[in-house]
């Protein structure tokens, strides 16, 4: 799926640019390397970013693509998202073994297991279909998919729509989860490419692939990650929608077994002409993001609502329910 989602980027930016070179790099991260331990277990933040970071730093590569919901919302210093791609479907979608084809996760036989690496997954799914049970599932796609085809260990997976759709596996997808199932994670569906934030020209040539819609929901997404300070070890779940020039931003966050949560939705106006902001500020990053063709005024409201949606869910309790999620994964 990495070397797809590279490639897809590759491809847009020889479009854009037929007199240059790329080529690609192909490394593995810790991520891929630890197999048999849940994500969430594992604490380190930089799973999958930090080889291809060190690489980045060492300038043997210019750019490095990324699953935006892989990227912590605070980046080492001296990097920046230079791009935000135009975001895929962003819902989590369920995949069902062969022998329940047809079928949805409120149909299936009590006490049936459902494959997922994710907390915040498991967390609202515990609480909507109590009848089932969820178990860790690790692997990249391919490996996941096995496991559920080939072993009658799980009766379905739930994974994210947009890597099985890049995968072009699409077919398999047998029930999509809207907002009233289960909320998305932060950054779910869009690609990120990840630069060094003082090279200019890199910087320059990769803001073309900005997708300002999908800019702004994810920097309010980003905002209210950072200031709910969660990350893989707790369930914390998004929804946005931006229609009329208004942003819209649901957010939520779960005990682990879902009982206990908090959701709210605020709105903010993003329309903001665009200011040729040379200078000083034409640097400015948002949450890890340098967008210079979005403009500044939308990203700080979006930013801001971000921010403020997780101060009131922390003004009702939701630092409670993060930390007890916490002690409980650690445990």
Same mark, same amino acid.
């Not at 997404?221 to 969660?230: N, P, Q, S, T």
């Given at each position: 799926?990495?070397?797809?989602?590279?490639?897809?980027?590759?491809?847009?930016?020889?479009?854009?640019?037929?007199?240059?070179?790329?080529?690609?790099?192909?490394?593995?991260?810790?991520?891929?390397?630890? /197999?048999? $331990?849940? !994500?969430? *277990?594992?604490? %380190? #933040?930089?799973? =999958?970013?930090?080889?291809?970071?060190? @690489?980045?730093?060492?300038?043997?590569?210019?750019?490095?693509?990324?699953?935006?919901?892989?990227?912590?919302?605070?980046?080492?210093?001296?990097?920046?998202?230079?791009?935000?791609?135009?975001?895929?479907?962003?819902?989590?979608?369920?995949?069902?073994?062969?022998?329940?084809?047809?079928?949805?996760?409120?149909?299936?036989?009590?006490?049936?297991?459902?494959?997922?690496?994710?907390?915040?997954?498991?967390?609202?799914?515990?609480?909507?279909?109590?009848?089932?049970?969820?178990?860790?599932?690790?692997?990249? /796609?391919? $490996?996941? !998919?096995? *496991?559920?085809? %080939? #072993?009658?260990? =799980?009766?379905?997976?739930?994974?994210? @729509?947009?890597?099985?759709?890049?995968?072009?596996?699409?077919?398999?997808?047998?029930?999509?989860?809207?907002?009233?199932?289960?909320?998305?994670?932060?950054?779910?569906?869009?690609?990120?490419?990840?630069?060094?934030?003082?090279?200019?020209?890199?910087?320059?040539?990769?803001?073309?692939?900005?997708?300002?819609?999908?800019?702004?929901?994810?920097?309010?997404?980003?905002?209210?990650?950072?200031?709910?300070?969660?990350?893989?070890?707790?369930?914390?779940?998004?929804?946005?929608?931006?229609?009329?020039?208004? /942003?819209?931003?649901?957010?939520?966050?779960?005990?682990?077994?879902?009982?206990?949560?908090?959701?709210?939705?605020?709105?903010?106006?993003?329309?903001?002409?665009?200011?040729?902001?040379?200078?000083?500020?034409?640097?400015?990053?948002?949450?890890?993001?340098?967008?210079?063709?979005?403009?500044?005024?939308?990203?700080?409201?979006?930013?801001?609502?971000?921010?403020?949606?997780?101060?009131?869910?922390?003004?009702?309790?939701?630092?409670?329910?993060?930390?007890?999620?916490?002690?409980?994964?650690?445990?």
């Amino acid at each position: 799926l990495a070397r797809i989602q590279t490639d897809s980027v590759v491809m847009m930016l020889r479009e854009l640019y037929p007199d240059l070179r790329f080529e690609i790099v192909a490394m593995s991260t810790t991520g891929d390397k630890i /197999l048999d $331990t849940a !994500l969430s *277990k594992i604490g %380190e #933040k930089s799973l =999958f970013t930090k080889e291809l970071e060190n @690489a980045l730093e060492r300038n043997e590569v210019d750019l490095v693509v990324h699953s935006l919901k892989d990227l912590p919302t605070s980046l080492p210093p001296g990097f920046t998202i230079g791009a935000v791609c135009k975001r895929e479907n962003p819902l989590d979608a369920v995949v069902f073994h062969p022998k329940n084809c047809g079928k949805t996760l409120s149909l299936l036989p009590e006490k049936s297991v459902i494959g997922t690496s994710s907390l915040r997954r498991a967390a609202q799914l515990k609480k909507k279909f109590p009848h089932l049970e969820f178990r860790d599932i690790r692997g990249n /796609l391919n $490996t996941r !998919l096995k *496991k559920l085809d %080939e #072993k009658e260990d =799980f009766s379905a997976i739930v994974l994210a @729509a947009a890597g099985l759709k890049r995968m072009g596996w699409e077919n398999r997808i047998g029930q999509l989860l809207g907002p009233e199932d289960c909320l998305y994670a932060v950054g779910q569906g869009a690609l990120a490419v990840e630069v060094r934030a003082k090279d200019q020209e890199i910087l320059n040539m990769v803001s073309a692939l900005h997708d300002a819609d999908t800019v702004l929901c994810c920097i309010a997404e980003r905002a209210f990650m950072k200031r709910l300070e969660g990350g893989c070890s707790v369930p914390v779940a998004v929804n946005t929608l931006l229609k009329d020039g208004q /942003l819209y931003l649901t957010g939520a966050v779960y005990s682990l077994d879902g009982s206990d949560s908090l959701k709210e939705t605020m709105q903010t106006s993003v329309t903001y002409p665009h200011q040729n902001e040379d200078g000083p500020n034409d640097d400015v990053q948002h949450v890890g993001i340098t967008a210079k063709n979005v403009p500044g005024q939308a990203q700080e409201a979006a930013e801001n609502l971000g921010v403020e949606l997780a101060s009131l869910l922390l003004s009702k309790g939701a630092k409670h329910i993060l930390s007890v999620a916490r002690q409980l994964n650690d445990a």
